[in-house]
């Protein structure tokens, strides 16, 4: 959905007569994300794109003529969509990473316990503690 966002803002761009290049755009795209400021849960993030959405709709059903104002607008609508796109992407990647740690950990722990078992089964019987 990011791509198509930038792809409809190259196209605005080009509506304007200031063609732009998709190296330029993720480089804008790029400037603007900041990490630190990427807080909030999955489903934060699903209302934000929605709400993109909507706006964008709601610029594209506009009746008449766009202005320059307008076709600026349009242009930071897809900006956003294609921003909140990429954060929920980043979002998605970062906790499957946290979920594959927790599951080796998990399994590092089950391993470790299993070692205990069989080293405590092993003095017991050397040592005819039982």
Do not use: W
């Not at 796109?85 to 316990?113: A, P, R, Y």
């Amino acid at each position: 959905m990011a791509s198509y966002a930038l792809l409809a803002i190259q196209e605005q761009y080009r509506q304007l007569e200031k063609p732009v290049l998709i190296e330029q755009l993720t480089k804008q795209l790029y400037k603007s994300y900041h990490p630190h400021h990427d807080k909030g849960k999955l489903r934060v993030k699903a209302d934000d794109i929605q709400q993109n959405i909507t706006a964008m709709n709601d610029q594209l059903h506009m009746v008449g003529i766009r202005t320059l104002d307008d076709k600026q607008k349009l242009i930071s609508s897809y900006l956003s969509l294609a921003l909140n796109c990429v954060k929920t992407h980043i979002f998605i990647d970062l906790e499957g990473q946290e979920q594959e740690i927790i599951m080796q950990q998990i399994s590092n722990l089950n391993q470790t316990n299993g070692k205990q078992v069989i080293c405590e089964e092993t003095s017991l019987t050397q040592y005819n503690l039982s």
